[in-house]
T-cell receptor
Framework: GAVVSQHPSRVICKSGTSVKIECRSLDFQATTMFWYRQFPKKSLMLMATSNEGSKATYEQGVEKDKFLINHASLTLSTLTVTSAHPEDSSFYIC?????????????FGAGTRLSVL | GQNIDQPTEMTATEGAIVQINCTYQTSGFNGLFWYQQHAGEAPTFLSYNVLDGLEEKGRFSSFLSRSKGYSYLLLKELQMKDSASYLCAVTRGSTLGRLYFGRGTQLTVWP
């Protein structure tokens, strides 16, 4: 099946620093990837749609200058949490749309647990 | 916006059948997904319903009624490994793939 790799799986950082999370589609090309955020016992919340070669589309209420998204190739999207604060601590999950596989199916990474001290 | 509701927790015993319901209120509805998520792992795809009716796939089946804004996931012959969170998600609008999730139903299967 389709594999999406997300790195790192866990990161701890100091307040004010920036953290980059990578999302790779390993065996298929993904022109569209998505970034989600999940709080404990809460649903996954869509943050933004990452489009290869163009600007990301952010959901309402998500600060684009806070969460920088770059989708430079057909297999890689990155999310950078800039000037992280403790309230940014969360579980971040990416997904890739399998347009070359089963259409409309999203394949998810294993997530990154961010802890900001 | 969208309002997606599913029970927070459910329990069942091995070998039993369990039905997890999901109701939604959303404009521009396109389709409904069910995902399974074990703790600390990636959600994995279970089913996708666009039209009304029942989709069967092995031990898992999913039903959709667009007019009622209702779906359920049916799990048969439950196994311990089925203990997980089951996420209901809808897509809406013209952009493929934007998923809006319910908070998930934590299913515990007892021996």
């Amino acid at each position: 099946g389709a594999v999406v790799s997300q790195h790192p799986s866990r990161v701890i950082c100091k307040s004010g620093t920036s953290v980059k999370i990578e999302c790779r589609s390993l065996d298929f090309q993904a022109t569209t990837m998505f970034w989600y955020r999940q709080f404990p016992k809460k649903s996954l919340m869509l943050m933004a749609t990452s489009n290869e070669g163009s600007k990301a589309t952010y959901e309402q209420g998500v600060e684009k200058d806070k969460f920088l998204i770059n989708h430079a190739s057909l297999t890689l999207s990155t999310l950078t949490v800039t000037s992280a604060h403790p309230e940014d601590s969360s579980f971040y999950i990416c997904s890739a749309l399998g347009q070359t596989l089963a259409k409309n199916i999203q394949y998810f990474g294993a997530g990154t647990r961010l802890s900001v001290l | 916006g969208q309002n997606i509701d599913q029970p927070t927790e459910m329990t069942a015993t091995e070998g039993a059948i369990v039905q997890i319901n999901c109701t939604y209120q959303t404009s521009g509805f396109n389709g409904l997904f069910w995902y399974q998520q074990h703790a600390g792992e990636a959600p994995t795809f279970l089913s996708y319903n666009v039209l009304d009716g029942l989709e069967e796939k092995g031990r898992f089946s999913s039903f959709l009624s667009r007019s009622k804004g209702y779906s359920y996931l049916l799990l048969k012959e439950l196994q311990m490994k089925d203990s997980a969170s089951y996420l209901c998600a809808v897509t809406r609008g013209s952009t493929l793939g934007r998923l809006y999730f319910g908070r998930g139903t934590q299913l515990t299967v007892w021996p």
